[in-house]
């Protein structure tokens, strides 16, 4: 509000930097009329661009590792598939914080161009206020169209030469790389969006603190007479970042449910992929792309159609306990979905998963804080990883008697959801006093 009256005021007197592009981004959503078209345009494949190199993986994961050699048995694929799943948000973690500092000091757009980690806060900056909501609606979608058209490259573009033998020959560069050809298309879409992020325009002010001092004291004269502005200066006085329960009880709730959808990602694609002696449903990599893009495509439709609705009649805490009570359900019935077979194996699988999905959607909503949006790429790093473990103990534990094989899995994954759903209620998550 302080930052926004600022601005305002600046704009009104006319006391702006003529050469500062954070000024003229201003300047031009104060005087543009009509639907920003062209910004969301951006936007939106930015986003997708930043979706698809994590959600393609999956599908085609465990046979990459197979193919590595480095497993020494077979139900030690997972093992090493959870750590490759784990690195793309292990990277983000010890990261972002250094992308955020970079993007304050050098501004929003060359970080953009490097990688595409502040597109969320880009968003909000280049819309008028009444296409704000617009805005993060199409970072939100074009997650979601990422998680149907991701898994779908993955798993119809790897493995070409044993796919489409016509195309491809073994002697062939797609031959000998068998998973290059999902990632060169990728790529390409990488270098394209890059090519039109050079277009975007800068929001960060550059002002010099000498050339801007007088503009400054006007613009504090101009608060100082706002009581609303005194009000939000003494609350944020009063409450420190640490001591402010309800926002760090709902960030670790966030952070455990991510960590949850994660490992199910990864076990998803394990279960899917692994022999049937081992409890899996040997599944190929097409086979388990379709499965992830059909459940994407499930997914999207539902954060576009009914999630708002849900959320405006329930509230989000309430939405998050009854998707994480019938998850609970849905979870327990994996096991015994292994156990199908043909047809009704296919009906039964890609019911399950939309349904899993779309109860699990809410959750990658998150929050554009920085603290958030570290401790969630911090749990959705320890996901992969931990799941990758625990199903290559499970496959070793097939004549266990207590939860063998799969069951395990599926069982250590509604324990932390279960976790999750509790950590909702009173007295840990507390809610924001008004």
Not at 73 to 85: C, M, R, T
Request: charged fraction near 15%.
């Amino acid at each position: 509000m302080k930052k926004k009256k600022y601005t305002e005021c600046l704009l009104e007197n006319n006391m702006y930097h003529e050469h500062c592009p954070g000024c003229k981004v201003d300047q031009m959503k104060k005087s543009r009329r009509g639907f920003p078209f062209s910004e969301l345009l951006s936007v939106w494949i930015i986003v997708l661009c930043t979706a698809l190199p994590i959600s393609s993986l999956f599908p085609f994961l465990y046979f990459m590792i197979s193919d590595f050699d480095i497993a020494k048995k077979e139900e030690d694929i997972g093992f090493y598939a959870g750590f490759v799943g784990c690195s793309f948000m292990l990277g983000r973690t010890l990261t972002s914080v250094i992308w955020g500092i970079m993007a304050d000091r050098y501004g929003r757009k060359p970080v953009i161009l490097i990688g595409t980690a502040s597109v969320l806060a880009y968003a909000i900056e280049i819309f008028r206020d009444e296409y704000q909501g617009l805005a993060l609606s199409a970072v939100s979608t074009a997650w979601g169209i990422g998680l149907i058209i991701g898994p779908a490259m993955g798993g119809f573009l790897a493995q070409p030469a044993k796919q489409y033998p016509s195309l491809f020959s073994e002697e062939s560069v797609f031959g000998k790389f068998p998973y290059f050809l999902p990632c060169l298309v990728i790529s390409c879409f990488a270098l394209l969006v890059t090519i039109v992020s050079l277009r975007i325009p800068e929001t960060l002010h550059n002002h010099k603190i000498a050339d801007d001092a007088s503009s400054h004291d006007e613009s504090m004269k101009f608060l100082s007479h706002d009581p609303e502005s005194h009000k939000v200066t003494e609350r944020n006085e009063k409450n420190s970042l640490l001591k402010n329960w309800p926002l760090i009880s709902s960030i670790i709730v966030y952070c455990i449910l991510s960590l949850h959808d994660m490992a199910y990602t990864e076990v998803f694609s394990l279960w899917a992929n692994s022999p049937r002696k081992y409890g899996g449903l040997g599944y190929t990599s097409a086979d388990v792309g379709s499965v992830l893009a059909f459940s994407g495509f499930g997914l999207l439709v539902f954060q576009l159609s009914l999630y708002s609705y849900a959320e405006r009649l329930l509230g989000p805490i309430v939405v998050t306990r009854i998707s994480g009570s019938l998850g609970l359900v849905l979870l327990s019935s994996y096991p015994l979905i292994a156990k199908l077979s043909g047809l009704a194996l296919t009906l039964t699988l890609n019911c399950a998963s939309v349904a899993k999905n779309v109860l699990s959607g809410q959750d990658q909503r998150g929050a554009a804080n920085g603290l958030a949006m570290t401790g969630m790429s911090l749990f959705k790093a320890i996901g992969p990883a931990a799941a990758g473990i625990i199903y290559s103990w499970s496959e070793k534990r097939q004549n266990a008697t207590f939860l063998p094989g799969t069951q395990m899995v599926f069982f250590i994954l509604n324990t932390v959801l279960a976790l999750g759903v509790v950590l909702t209620f009173k007295p840990f998550l507390a809610e924001t006093k008004q």
